[in-house]
């Protein structure tokens, strides 16, 4: 029988038990990257979360249609940014079309999403390649009255939506605190209201990324293509909505304000959000300016980092802090990830060569139920890894001849221990670019180093030569040092 | 100074100097694949030959916007497919959303154009994410006379185009012929004549990829979208049109009808085409059910595949052929392919080991300029190819003390062989999971194991064993046989 499965709903503000829409079937919309720069840290935490929770659906045998969408346009930090939409500001730096900006960032994002083992969603529909849709759900908005047109834009009437829904429902915010905290800004006269969000902006002469419509030539407003695409692609009342806590307000408070008018009813059933990503306890993002970019991590090239740190370690990482927690990145927590990683991934291997005997005296069923219950509490995989590393213990204590273990548990054993360290927590092992030979390969260097060693200690001048000479034959660079030896490839 | 590059220009039936519009830089535009099957030689050859055409204007200093499409939309084979989307009716068969076979297909195809060492494009525009700009068109076709709208599709008018404007002029047909040969087609009386064809299909009730129109809900018509989306990302008028012949009729006939009376000229400059990939003389396609997929080529899983080819040999493979010419699959061809491969990378390994002399009697000088020339003639691959085993022959004698080469001579004769084998031809060493260290590994145990039979000639068994302990010590396995010691890993 299948796990029950509990989520933290964001709307409830407490762990529900999960019900889909329809039996079997889950429709998940998760908010992607903006692709105007390199992936950072902080995208690697959502794609990971709702990666986690994918793979968690599936082993419970769910089909999941997951949508995370691709912001490629229109992507207004606040309406005090007037048009300044950050591709095209990229792209203006650049000297790019927007398009090509998009293209090569797009493409950075998923290859660095694959190193971290990051399945693809479903469908991954893109913000510019939705305009149409995004112009109906506006012109629907309009009909029903809660959006008017001013100087060529459309704004969402924050005030008269709140007058027969609640806006804040999601964010906890009440309108009324809401508009005592917002100053006027200069560029907002258009709106009746500070707190009305545009629908459509009127382009300026100079913006180069627009679309005709019967108010303007112009773009779509940010927190639009979510709700336009996920009922493209979901429906109008889907099971799962995603995305980081920042996106919480006002991003997807302005989705909920938008479907709910559009289509009569609230999008999604559950409401998630990861934490953020914190260094010394703020968050990182291009936009505050001290993010730490992926490649940056896999190859030790950043002020911050000690050294490099492999994708598995930043996944496990980020696996060892439940989603909702904050999690601050240090090269401290990263060094014991990656230790405790090895630790799981040794034991992994090991757990291949066990033998078997006729009893057995672990309980392997019991391990499994703590586990299950582990990660359908609200994907906690915090306590789930702490699980599996009984688990290891187990190994450890079999392979020691201090524990038997039979047959029939040994084959549930394996059997548990993949589903949960593979198949839900996306764990893979590392052989990073010929690593498993670079390993070997530094040791018989080193083997020939050490004899070339004790050759000059012997006084073997000739043979100490010729082992060098031979080294840099086959293209070895040789260089001795205080602490011995070393060697580097031409 | 840069060479001048000539191109076969389709439209003209003759080569022809290159002038790009802008200098120093090309607008290109390819017509790229239907994501409704996986990726096969016939998708390996268009690919590869305008990434050779990129590769090589780029060598000639000019800046490319390379924009290639995925047709995700809209593919009707003929106007006789009314509304049997390819794409639609592959996802029927598999029971997904369009979208999620689109996806799939996508990174399908990425994934296998990347192991074939093809760049990625500038922008990858999708025909389903550029509706509005289809609609445009639609909209400024309709006002200049020559489409009308008929039952809520809308058709281009032929007849009335070719009376002040040259319809065949690509393909060399004649409208009188074309319509001699056209029969009346079921579900075609909506048009005026049988030679008009769609811009916008009105939908049919069970057809799900489908958009708002003030025609119908439709979608448009296969042939639109190269023109709205190459003058989106290249303009009114750009470099270079390239796709395979067999999108030259109707494809690109149509693509210039539409753009001429949208825009008042002709979209590209120059066509080309590369020819057809052939089984037994027939094309190979998808449609025609006799194609051979690259993930098949690449694990040797097919009844026609003697054995697998790898990612090289099928690149090499088609570059050995000119663009124009056909190419008839086979596993004796391929086996010549991936040998001529092997020598042209064997010597280009070499190459990093000659000794320079202080003479030379080698003309490198004389060797570029006919590469150049080659290549430049029409991307005239095979005789690029052969010059460059030429440059293979030169290695060779030098290697073998035969030729002496200059310490000049040699920095600009690695310079030509690594701009025209890796940055043009874009042909990489294929170094399968690790096979570049396991290589350099095997070359130092190599070194460890002549030094252990050097020590066994001398009598030093002590060296010997040591040698042997200490690398069974680090897992290798070593064997003596009649041809000398062998290793392994455990």
Redesign the interface.
């Known amino acids: 029988m299948k796990n029950q499965l509990y989520i933290y709903n964001t709307l409830s503000r407490k762990k529900e038990l999960f019900k889909s829409i329809t039996p079997n079937r889950v429709g998940l919309y998760v908010c992607g990257p903006t692709v105007y720069g390199d992936p950072h840290l902080g995208h690697a935490r959502p794609a990971i979360t709702f990666d986690l929770l994918t793979r968690l659906l599936t082993y419970l045998d769910y089909k999941v ?1 997951y949508v995370r969408n691709i912001t490629d346009v229109g992507h207004l930090e606040n309406d005090g940014d007037e048009g300044e939409d950050k591709i095209a500001k990229k792209a203006k730096l650049e000297e790019l ?1 927007p ?2 900006v ?2 090569y960032y797009t ?1 950075r994002y998923h290859d660095y999403m694959s190193k971290l083992n990051v399945k ?7 913000a ?6 995004q ?2 759900v506006i012109k629907s908005i309009i009909n029903k009255g809660y959006a008017y047109e001013s100087n060529g834009s459309v704004y969402f009437d924050v005030k008269k939506y709140n007058q027969d829904h609640p806006y804040g429902i999601l964010s906890g915010r009440k309108v009324e605190d809401l508009m005592n905290n917002t100053r006027a800004l200069d560029g907002q006269s258009e709106k009746r209201d500070a707190l009305d969000f545009a629908l459509w902006k009127k382009a300026a002469p100079e913006h180069i990324m627009r ?2 419509s019967e108010w303007s030539d112009g773009f779509p407003g940010w927190h639009l293509e979510c709700s336009a695409m996920s009922k493209k ?1 979901l429906g109008k009342e889907f099971d799962i909505h995603g995305g980081g806590m920042d996106l919480l307000f006002p991003h997807h408070e302005c989705e909920i304000a938008q479907s709910t008018i559009d289509n009569g009813k609230s999008p999604a059933r559950y409401w998630m959000h990861n934490n953020m990503i914190t260094i010394g306890g703020q968050k990182m993002g291009k936009s505050l300016g001290n993010f730490i970019t992926l490649e940056e991590f896999f190859t030790g090239n950043h002020d911050k980092l000690e050294r490099a740190y492999s994708p598995m370690t930043i996944r496990f990482f980020i696996l060892q802090a439940h989603y909702r927690s904050t999690l601050d990145f240090g090269n401290e927590a990263l060094q014991a990830a990656e230790k405790g990683l090895n630790k799981l991934m040794d034991a992994m291997n090991n757990l291949e060569q066990l033998v078997t005997s006729k009893e057995s005296d672990v309980d392997v069923k019991a391990l499994k139920e703590k586990c299950l219950t582990a990660i359908c509490d609200d994907l906690n995989s915090p306590i789930l890894i702490a699980n599996l590393f009984e688990g290891v213990k187990i190994i450890n204590s079999v392979l020691a001849g201090k524990q038997k273990i039979s047959e029939e548990d040994l084959v549930y054993f394996k059997d548990l221990m993949h589903a949960f360290v593979y198949d839900i927590l996306g764990l893979e092992v590392e ?1 990073s ?2 690593a ?3 390993e ?2 530094d ?3 080193h ?2 180093l050490n ?1 070339r060693t004790e050759a000059k200690a012997n006084k073997d001048w000739a043979m100490a030569d010729k ?1 060098r000479d ?2 840099q034959n ?2 070895f660079i040789i260089k001795d040092g205080a602490e011995g030896a070393t060697w580097e ?1 031409k």
């Open positions: 249609r079309e398009m090509e998009v293209h493409e693809s969603p479903s469908i991954e529909p893109r510019s390649g939705h305009i149409i849709e112009i109906e679309w005709p692609y052989t670019q010929d498993g030979n670079d070997k390969l040791e018989v260097i083997l020939l004899m082992i031979e080294l086959l293209g490839l």
